[in-house]
């Protein structure tokens, strides 16, 4: 049952936290930031407008797409409702609401820079350093966002993992369906 901290939501939430200190307090939180509701909706609409400037319908489709994320994880939050993490177990650093099950965050990190990822993989055929350090970058930014999430105390190991999980079903679908079509 996900309602209550397993052993290894706590162990690694402890490993993760032990070395905290002002700096990456800060750093996680900046890392964070992107994950709020607002900031990812103007995110995605930001990069939606570029492709659509660009006359890059397809790639913009794929950037509103992501959007969905919120949607999906309102409903998993709504059907598994488990509780934060608590200051009977770990750190808090940041406080949050709702509830924890899957990570927001983590799942629209997965769904948004994965989404890039595929524009990468689809149009930078000129310069493969170009693809390659963006899709780095990307990678870097699902990664660090789902370990913010846990240093924050913001949720459990076992949150960011569903999360990510979550987000690679739905890059999955929209990776098929972007990948699939011919128009641009």
């Known amino acids: 049952m996900l309602t209550e901290p397993h052993y290894i939501d706590v162990h690694i939430s402890e490993e993760i936290q032990e070395k905290q200190n002002g700096f990456l307090d800060s750093f996680m939180k900046a890392v964070s930031w992107f994950g709020r509701i607002r900031v990812s909706a103007v995110l995605v609409g930001c990069s939606a407008l570029c492709f659509l400037l660009l006359k890059r319908k397809k790639d913009a489709l794929l950037m509103l797409s992501t959007l969905i994320s919120g949607g999906i994880a309102w409903v998993l939050k709504t059907l598994i409702n488990r509780p934060r993490p608590t200051k009977d177990f770990i750190s808090i650093l940041e406080e949050t609401h709702y509830q924890s099950f899957p990570s927001g965050h ?15 993989l689809r149009t930078i055929n000129k310069h493969p350093v170009s693809k390659i350090i963006g899709m ?6 699902i990664f660090l966002g789902a370990v913010s999430r846990v240093y924050l105390g913001a949720h459990w190991f076992t949150d960011v993992l569903g999360g990510f999980l979550a987000g690679l079903i739905y890059l999955l679908i929209a990776g098929n369906i972007y990948f699939g079509s011919k128009k641009t």
């Open 106 to 120: 983590v799942l629209f990190y997965t769904a948004f820079f994965g989404a890039f990822i595929f524009i990468l």
């Open 136 to 141: 780095l970058v990307c990678l870097a930014m």
